[in-house]
């Protein structure tokens, strides 16, 4: 038997307890999961760890002074501090739209970070869908 790792799931709602079996740096079972996510997420959190950034950044022109952005994919643990220091005074203009990058492979990590809101510049005529 070898190292014994335990992880707390949150690949779903259930949050199983998960124990991650390891022999010489190889995940050689993963028990405790109720679900195949359960499974592939203790061995991700065992061999290479990721989460998703969540903050605010500045943005000039808006109603509100700061508008939220994400990563767009799931960034390296060890990463997030390097990922969130590259947001750290970043200025955006309105107009922003969901899904807009802005801030491309943050820290060389090749992982962009995307606007999660829609923010239209203050004083400008709204938008119209086409047709309307």
């Not at 199983?16 to 740096?25: K, Y």
């Not at 947001?87 to 992982?111: C, F, K, N, S, Y």
């Amino acid at each position: 038997m070898g190292e014994v790792a335990t992880y707390l799931c949150t690949g779903c709602p259930l949050g199983c307890r998960l124990e991650v079996e390891v022999v010489e740096e190889d995940v050689v079972e993963v028990r405790g999961f109720a679900c195949r996510r359960g499974e592939r997420y203790g061995r991700q959190e065992h061999l290479d760890p990721r989460r998703s950034v969540t903050t605010t950044v500045w943005i000039e022109g808006a109603v509100i002074p700061r508008v939220p952005v994400r990563s767009a994919e799931e960034v390296p643990k060890d990463r997030i501090g390097d990922v969130v220091g590259a947001l750290r005074g970043l200025r955006v203009q309105a107009p922003v739209h969901r899904g807009d990058v802005v801030l491309e492979d943050a820290a060389g990590t090749g992982i962009d970070v995307i606007v999660t809101r829609d923010l239209a510049r203050v004083g400008a005529a709204p938008e119209h869908a086409p047709g309307a």
